[in-house]
């Protein structure tokens, strides 16, 4: 039965990491394309500099690695971790978008970046959520073997 437990915890951290994997990867890819539109296009006139672009996506990218770190050398703590990230990830998304946003059509996609805001902590809760519940059987789990030893 322990081993069954501790294969679902498994299971459930690495869903976790990858919801965390996915706002990695898709950081990573921002900042390579931000790059390439800055050596191709450098004519473009944009409201953000591609390179500031890259720059803030490769700092996010690096801090949703750190947060899968801790998630697997630390689950205790990527409840609050994920979360914090996840909560500065989004201001830093809607920050930009209202100092930035000057295009006519930034009002008439505020709701779909609502829309993706949720679901972004949607994922991160269903994978938080799946996560704790795993550490918690480890704990009911570790009490129960603490008792049969004693």
Known sequence: MSATLTMSSRRRLRLLSLVIVWFCVENLA??????????ELADLPTTLSPHY??????GWCAAFAANLAVVW?????S?????IVMTLYQANLWLNRLAFAQSS??????GFRAILTAASFAAVA???ALARRGA???GA???KDTRTEG
Do not use: D, F
């Open 30 to 39: 921002r900042a390579a394309l931000s790059l390439k539109q800055a050596r």
């Open 53 to 58: 672009v890259a720059a803030i996506s490769a």
């Open 73 to 77: 050398l630390r689950p205790a703590w």
């Open 79 to 83: 409840v609050p971790v994920s979360l």
């Open 105 to 110: 059509e930034a009002g008439e996609t505020a």
């Open 126 to 128: 269903a994978g938080l």
């Open 136 to 138: 918690a059987e480890r």
């Open 141 to 143: 789990n570790n009490t």
